[in-house]
């Protein structure tokens, strides 16, 4: 059997392989790339600490916390979760050290830290202008695809659609008149 034929083998009879291939059939697995399948296949044939390895080693500390903390390993699961806070941090996966922080029930304050830390990562390098556009365009469809309805839902929509329209065009003209007043002081020095 080739390599690729054994991979097959394993995922298409992942729940049915017998316990003496269990943990030849999670390397073959790991090896090949196919880390979930691995990971369950070591977790449902008891080789727990290989499943949370495999895990660890490719950074998902958050399903092989879970793994340790369903086998009751609290304290494992906790180590887990704290290594993988400062993981997702480091590497920037905001979402997941969220996650990771609310399994540890970090006070409110510091996931909002979080939060805002992930906005400010995601937002570094965005288009406003361009992100401004599609908004707008979006809005335009909307507006387009209403007309001629003449429902209390559709009026509404529309109305929400132009106070929208109306607190973007404010906060641009808010935010030309302060970089203008900026420039003017600049050009003053």
């Known amino acids: 059997m080739t390599f690729d034929q054994k991979v097959s083998y394993l995922v298409d009879n992942l729940?049915?392989?017998?316990?003496?291939?269990?943990?030849?059939?999670?390397?073959?697995?790991?090896?090949?790339?196919?880390?979930?399948?691995?990971?369950?296949?070591a977790r449902d044939k008891g080789l727990v600490d290989k499943a949370i390895s495999i895990l660890v080693n490719e950074g998902d500390y958050l399903w092989a916390a879970l793994i340790a903390k369903n086998d009751g390993r609290a304290e494992e699961s906790g180590r887990l979760y704290r290594d993988g806070?400062?993981?997702?941090?480091?590497?920037?996966?905001?979402?997941?050290?969220?996650?990771?922080?609310?399994?540890?029930?970090?006070?409110?304050d510091q996931v909002d830290?979080?939060?805002?830390?992930?906005?400010?990562s995601e937002s570094r390098g965005m288009d406003i202008a361009h992100t401004h556009?599609?908004?707008?365009s979006a809005m335009e469809s909307l507006e387009i695809s209403l007309i001629g309805r003449e429902d209390e839902i559709s009026r509404q929509i529309v109305t929400a659609v132009n106070e929208e329209r109306g607190k973007m065009e404010e906060k641009e003209r808010a935010e030309e008149e302060k970089r203008t007043k900026v420039e003017g002081q600049g050009k003053k020095s």
């Open 85 to 108: 806070l400062q993981y997702y941090i480091d590497m920037e996966m905001f979402g997941r050290a969220i996650s990771a922080a609310t399994a540890l029930g970090l006070p409110a």
């Open 15 to 41: 729940r049915d392989l017998p316990d003496e291939l269990a943990e030849q059939g999670v390397e073959i697995l790991a090896s090949a790339g196919e880390t979930e399948y691995a990971a369950v296949l």
């Open 113 to 120: 830290d979080l939060f805002r830390r992930g906005i400010e």
């Open 133 to 136: 556009a599609m908004i707008d």
